[in-house]
């Protein structure tokens, strides 16, 4: 059993269950042994692999995505080119890599990271030893904003609701019959008060009874903080992460260890927990803060609109065959409909009144 498995039931032992966001949350960030405070998880060796660790392509046409919003705003300089939960900071790598090409726009860019993890920022360091890194969004310098968060969302903690006929209850985390501080095991529980319904967004209040609504009041603030800053001082923000363009009901609460599936209430920190991202409540926050927004539209259609196909044939031009071969895997999966391609959604965020974005 793990530390932060005693830990969780200590608490449940001394003060009853508690909320699944809770729980999320302790699980990824609690200082000592959260599952990002402890490990780099990506890649072939890790829990998962994301779309920079594909393949450079990803971070290219994001950097260049920027350039191209950053030049339709009037070349702001300088600006803030800020990066949540940058993982290893491949992205960031790729895309300096591509602002590089455009005049002007690396000497305007200050890099800003936003990284809880000591491990991960270790590594972003020695891609990116330029950066500047802060624990919270709001700990960023004021001015023009250029952000991007890829899988980042999907990493908040969520809230879960199940309804019942005494009305939407919270699913809170408890220890099951049995089982003890020293051998800890857990299962979700209903709070025995029901919730008011108006905590959920409208399109989820009439789902049958026994369905489960999801809320990430954590993602909706960040959201909602983005879209201030883009609207006091200008600028754009690219959201990539998979989940669903509009609000509904049903339980997306997954846990990944080693590339499988696993229980999310087993072993709390040693697998990844992750939710879904609902697109509609987080394009809606932005808006409540200012912001105007696009999309989400599906990754795969993005990346074309880029010009990802040109780009792979321009790298294959210089590739041996078995390169060739790997630049067209890893096309396939990052555009691919049954890959990332369609799983994975862009939903772009800019300033009020700014031009509409490339690829939307
Ligand atoms: N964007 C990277 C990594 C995705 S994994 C990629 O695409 O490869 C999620 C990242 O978010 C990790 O870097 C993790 O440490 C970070 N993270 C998770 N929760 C966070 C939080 N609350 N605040 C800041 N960073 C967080």
């Keep these: 059993m793990t530390a932060l498995a005693r830990h969780i039931a200590r608490m449940i ?34 829990d998962f692999t994301t779309a920079p660790e594909v393949s450079q392509m990803f971070g290219e ?28 900071g491949t992205l960031m790598a790729d895309a300096l890599r591509a602002l590089r090409s455009v005049p002007g726009a690396i000497d305007a860019a200050d890099v800003h990271f936003v990284e809880t993890s000591p491990t991960l920022r270790a590594s972003q360091q020695r891609l990116v030893p330029k950066a500047t890194w802060h624990e919270r969004l709001d700990e960023l310098p004021g001015g023009p904003l250029f952000l991007v ?5 999907d990493a908040l903690p969520i809230a879960q609701y199940v309804k019942t006929e005494r009305g939407w209850c919270e699913r809170h ?6 089982a003890s501080e020293e051998t800890p ?27 489960i609504g999801e809320i990430s009041p954590a993602a909706a603030g960040i959201a909602e903080t983005i879209g201030v800053r883009l609207a006091a001082h200008g600028g754009a923000a690219l959201i990539i992460d998979y989940g669903h363009p509009r609000s509904a009901a049903g339980d997306t609460l997954q846990a990944l260890r080693t590339h499988q599936y696993v229980d999310p209430f087993d072993a709390p920190g ?42 792979a044939l321009a790298l294959k031009t210089h590739a041996t065959a078995a390169q060739a071969e790997a630049i067209d895997v890893a096309l396939a999966r990052l555009t691919g409909n049954d890959e990332m391609g369609s799983l994975f959604k862009v939903l772009a965020l800019t300033a009020p009144r ?4 490339a690829g939307f």
């Design 13 to 46: 032992a001394a003060t009853g269950p508690i909320p699944i966001s809770h729980y999320m949350a302790l699980a990824l960030g609690h200082p000592e042994h959260g599952y990002y405070m402890t490990r780099d998880p990506l890649g072939a060796g890790g």
């Design 61 to 88: 046409l994001v950097g260049l995505w920027i350039a191209d919003t950053w030049i339709a705003q009037g070349r702001p300089s300088p600006f803030i080119l800020a990066e949540l939960g940058p993982g290893r």
């Design 149 to 153: 968060a890829n899988e980042f969302f």
């Design 173 to 178: 985390v408890a220890l099951t019959d049995g």
């Design 185 to 211: 095991h857990f299962a979700p529980v209903l709070a025995p008060v029901a919730t008011p319904a108006n905590v959920l967004p409208p399109a989820m209040r009439d789902a049958p009874p026994g369905s």
């Design 270 to 311: 040693e697998a990844d927990l992750t939710a879904h991202v609902d697109f509609e409540a987080l394009a809606a926050a932005a808006m409540r803060g200012g912001a105007a927004t696009y999309g989400p539209v599906e990754q795969g259609a993005f990346l074309k609109a880029l010009g990802i196909e040109a780009r």
């Design 354 to 357: 700014a031009p509409v974005p």
